[in-house]
Structures are given as structure tokens and as C-alpha cells.
């Protein structure tokens, strides 16, 4: 079909009277079509709102495609709250949208981070006419990801999101055009500061530029008040309540990436039909001028999508609906596989299932003298200590995040940071042969501080022949304890697939902050809500026979 009908702000009412408005994209020629839904709160005329899927493409693939905006945001009516209403509003549009004229009735859901969580909303409150999902990086539980990580706040997501939908927020409910600019000024200001001010206001869980907006966040301050209201967010442990097959799509270096693979696994383990694409891709990729990239590393013009239907993500996600969606859905049977991007090889592989049931954990242990290796430690006794500072905390450098554009995605040269004297270095020797990390990666810390509170991050690097550390995968946990005491912690470092080649080492940093990516422990055991004076605290890592800290690798047979 050559040509395409648009109808603009058209009303969709909710089941409490609230009207949500949508732009529905239509074929011209005869029906009925199935329909595809993108639930945004980033304006549904903007060129972000098409980021995941080309919707011309989709029209001229034979779909309806509607763009809604979410409940008080941009053109639709009713109170602006992230996550409160997505459930039922999500159900409602679906059931809407199934109505629409030359609609057959069956509709699909697409978009990537809080439209791929408005896809899990409405699959979980079961719209009766939901036939398949697309969620791209996307999240599982917001205390692993989006509010939250390891305890510790995602402090460099939450101020830059924030401060960027208030500012589309303010022309809604801005009383008149002065108060419009003032405040539009005053957060422009806020957001231009990211790096040099705003994210060092204290206190991090009540961020002074946020509630300088008196909008809501992206909901961390509701969650420190009342740890029930993540469940508006939450899809872990909800899988059973999904009956509709998944396209699961996610990026090595994606802030959410755990979460897109732990959808897929919960909703394989549930039985229902699921697929998961895993590319080289940093959370903003879709947006991204140079989309073969991920911080230093080129990964080639392959790398982005995988060598399946046309070669392009939309090609990949209309094949999937065209399975579920249309009257007489094709024949060929829906591919319930893995595709992942394995780095260090730059290659696209195809498995059946993730994790790989081929992958050996192996561990690698923390000796003295800064070496790492697979042989235990020999030592009765051996610690590594160093003083973690909140007010000189480690910088962020790459890494899974989305945060202020002084902070970039991906892998980066980590040598300044190991300068540090507050991170400890493990390396190991040349390695003898090509090595593959392919899954989920930990660390199991023995560790003691002085104080009441504190954080531990590890951080997992390749370094090549010229000494070049390029960060992989990272994670922090925040723990309470007793002066002294000699606690042992595992921290979850999330996944990964690369390949390490030979004559390369493997390294780990061991350190106490990463920010503005997370939110500084102050020492003192206080609420972050209300902290605002901090200590400086002594670290001590162990690593002998009794006290063995280590990481532990998903290891691949290469051959």
C-alpha cells in the first residue's frame, strides 16, 4: 500500500473518565487491520516516540499503528505520576484500540524503557485483546535498575530524567507564561549543571533540583517514603499473570540490561513463547549518530541488528507480529531463540535458550600484590586496604547507564580511575588463550570497614597489550554492619558476552563509590532521604584461605 491516513489527538477514554489522546496511523486500502499501540510519556509526536519502530514501515506492512501519551503527559489529560495508573490505562487503551474502525482485533504492543514497561503493564493487568509485546530496554524490578541498585541509588538516571520530563512537563501546569519560563530557566539551569553542581546536592534521596521542580521524579522519593509503591513498576514475579508472547530486546551496555533478560527468563520458566535479542547497544542506541559504537569501541555497522528478516529491528519486530497479529498470520512457526552479540569476536550467535547451559562458573581469586588467578589463595592472612571519601568520590566512566551527557555509555580507558588510591587493582597474567564471559557475573567480597554503612564496587576490565582498561560489566551492593566486623558479600556484577583474546588480561577494581551513577554512601548509616554529613571511612579488603574474595566468571568453551 502506497499511502497512509493520520488521525491527530484523537480521544481515548479511560474507565474513569480521564480522556488520554493518541495519533492513529492507518493503511488507506480495505481491512481489517491489526494494531500495533506505543504508550510514551515523551510526546508521541516526537521523533523519539519512532525510535524503535519505523511506523510508516509498519503501515505499509498492513498495521494500524496508534501513539498515545501516557495519562498528563503532553496532550493527554489527568495527573502526571510515573508508573500509577500504566496498569489500567494500559488495559484500557488495548481494549480501545481493539474497537478501533477496520481494526481485526488483535493488537501488539512496542517501545523501549518506560514503553517497554507500559507493554508489561497491560500484559499483566490481561487486555483481553493482547496478542504480543515487544518490550525493549527495558526492566524487571525497579530496585535492581531503575530506582535502585545493590541498595544505592541509580542518583545519575534519576536527577537526569527527571529534570528532562519536568521541563516538558511545566507548559500543563504552569499558571501563566512568566511562571512558565521561570521554572523552564531555573531547571535548564539545573540540567546544564549535572556534572559540576546538581548531582552534588545533598541529600540524594530528597535532591534539592528535584524537588525545586515540585514534580514528581522518576520515582525514587516515593519508593524511600513507601517501598510498596515500586510494585506499580514492578514486573518480577508477575510473569505467571502474562499469558501473551515476548520479543525481549536489550544492550550489553543498557542501564536496564538485567531486567531484559530476566523478563525473558521468568516468562520462558512460565512457558509462555519468548525471544531475547542482546546487541552491543548502550540505552540511547536508537538515538545515537554512530549506533555501531559503544563508548571506545567500534563494534562494525553489523552489529546492529541481528542477520535475520531484513537485516533492521523493525523488519525483526514486524516478522513477530505478523506471527500473533494479523487474521491469517504466517505459517512459518515463531522462533523461540536466543540472538546475542558476543563482543571481542563481533559476532551475532543464535542459542536456544539463555542462560547458556554450556557456561562453567569459574572463579578467579584476589591475591596479594595486586594479582588475580584461578589458583585459591595460599596466605593465612592478607587484606588490601585503602579510604573511601565521600567528598572525592570515584568518577562514573562508562559503563550500563543513562545519566547527563558528561557521562557517557559504554566502554572506556579505566586507567585514570586505577590510578586512584581508592580502588584496588587485581590483574591477571596474559591470558594463554582465548577467553569467553558469556552470562551472569559476581563477586563474593570479604570486607570490613569502620563505620556503620557503606558500599562496595567491583567492576570487571579487559586490558589489552598496550595496557588499555576497557570496563565490561559492574556492580555495587550498600550494606549496614558493626565497626570492624569482617562481613562476606556477594555482589552482582549483571551479564555480558565477550571474548577475551589471548595475550590480554583480565582485571577487577574494587573500590567504595562510582558516581554520579550512584548515589555516595555517606559512612554514617543515615537515611538518604535526610543525609547530609559524611565521614570518611577505612576499607579493608581479605583474601586468604579462610577469607577468599573472588569473582566468578561464566566461562564458554571456546572450541
Not at 322 to 350: A, S, Y
Request: hydrophobic share 40%.
Amino acid at each position: 500500500m502506497s499511502q497512509v491516513a493520520i488521525s491527530f489527538d484523537v480521544s481515548v477514554p479511560m474507565r474513569d473518565g480521564v480522556i488520554l489522546r493518541a495519533d492513529v496511523y492507518r493503511p488507506t486500502g480495505p481491512g481489517p487491520w491489526p494494531v500495533l499501540v506505543q504508550r510514551t510519556p515523551y510526546d508521541k509526536a516526537s521523533p523519539q516516540a519512532a525510535a524503535q519502530l519505523d511506523i510508516l514501515k509498519a503501515v505499509r506492512r498492513g498495521y494500524i499503528v496508534v501513539q498515545q501519551d501516557t495519562r498528563g503527559r503532553f496532550a493527554s489529560d489527568g495527573e502526571w505520576l510515573p508508573w500509577a495508573h500504566e496498569h489500567q490505562d494500559g488495559y484500557d487503551t488495548v481494549e480501545w484500540a481493539a474497537t478501533l474502525p477496520d481494526s481485526n482485533g488483535n493488537v501488539g504492543m512496542f517501545g523501549g524503557s518506560y514503553t517497554g514497561n507500559t507493554q508489561w503493564s497491560a500484559a499483566v493487568a490481561g487486555a483481553p485483546h493482547l496478542r504480543a509485546i515487544a518490550p525493549q530496554i527495558t526492566w524487571s524490578d525497579p530496585a535492581d535498575g531503575i530506582f535502585f541498585r545493590g541498595g544505592a541509588i541509580e542518583h545519575g538516571l534519576n536527577l537526569w530524567w527527571s529534570l528532562m520530563t519536568a521541563a516538558g512537563q511545566y507548559p500543563k501546569v504552569a499558571v501563566d507564561s512568566g511562571e512558565l519560563f521561570a521554572r523552564l530557566g531555573a531547571t535548564i539551569s539545573d540540567f546544564d549543571r549535572l556534572a559540576e553542581v546538581t548531582y552534588w546536592e545533598m541529600p540524594s534521596g530528597a535532591a534539592p533540583a528535584l524537588t525545586r521542580t515540585n514534580l514528581p521524579d522518576i520515582g525514587t522519593r516515593r519508593a524511600l517514603r513507601d517501598s510498596s509503591s515500586m510494585a506499580e513498576a514492578r514486573v518480577a514475579g508477575r510473569h505467571g499473570e502474562v499469558t501473551v508472547p515476548s520479543l525481549n530486546v536489550g544492550g550489553w551496555y543498557d542501564v536496564f540490561l538485567q531486567g531484559t533478560l530476566d523478563n525473558y527468563i521468568a516468562a520462558r520458566e512460565q512457558g509462555h513463547l519468548t525471544r531475547l535479542i542482546v546487541g552491543p547497544w548502550e540505552h540511547l542506541h536508537d538515538l545515537n549518530p554512530r549506533p555501531e559504537r559503544a563508548g571506545m569501541v567500534n563494534y562494525g555497522l553489523g552489529s546492529m541488528a541481528p542477520p535475520s528478516g531484513d537485516g533492521t529491528m523493525t523488519g525483526i519486530q514486524l516478522d513477530w507480529f505478523d506471527q500473533f497479529l494479523p487474521n491469517e498470520p504466517v505459517e512459518t512457526e515463531p522462533d523461540p531463540g536466543v540472538d546475542i552479540f558476543v563482543m571481542g569476536l563481533n559476532q551475532w550467535r543464535h542459542e536456544q535458550q539463555w542462560p547458556l547451559a554450556r557456561a562453567t562458573d569459574t572463579e578467579f581469586f584476589l591475591h596479594p600484590g595486586g594479582q588475580l588467578s584461578t589458583a585459591a589463595p595460599t596466605a593465612d592472612v592478607a587484606s588490601s586496604s585503602y579510604v573511601y571519601d565521600p567528598a572525592d568520590p570515584v568518577p562514573t566512566t562508562g559503563g550500563a547507564l543513562v545519566m547527563a551527557s558528561d557521562f557517557l555509555p559504554g566502554a572506556f580507558d579505566q586507567q585514570a580511575v586505577e590510578s586512584r588510591a581508592d580502588v584496588l587493582v587485581f590483574t591477571s597474567d596474559p591470558l594463554q588463550q582465548d577467553l569467553e564471559i558469556t552470562g551472569r557475573v559476581s563477586a563474593t567480597l570479604f570486607a570490613a570497614t569502620d563505620g556503620p554503612s557503606t558500599d562496595w564496587v567491583v567492576r570487571l576490565c579487559e586490558v589489552d597489550e598496550r595496557g588499555t582498561s576497557l570496563n565490561i560489566v559492574d556492580g555495587i551492593t550498600r550494606i549496614d554492619t558493626e565497626s570492624g566486623r569482617v562481613d562476606e558479600h556477594t555482589i552482582d556484577l549483571w551479564s555480558t558476552s565477550i571474548v577475551i583474546k589471548a595475550g590480554h588480561r583480565l582485571r577487577v577494581q574494587v573500590t567504595s563509590s562510582n558516581f554520579p551513577r550512584w548515589d555516595r554512601n555517606l559512612n554514617t548509616g543515615e537515611d538518604p532521604a535526610v543525609a547530609v554529613e559524611h565521614r570518611v571511612a577505612q576499607q579493608k579488603i581479605f583474601h586468604d584461605t579462610a577469607r577468599p574474595s573472588r569473582l566468578v566468571l561464566p566461562v564458554v568453551p571456546t572450541s
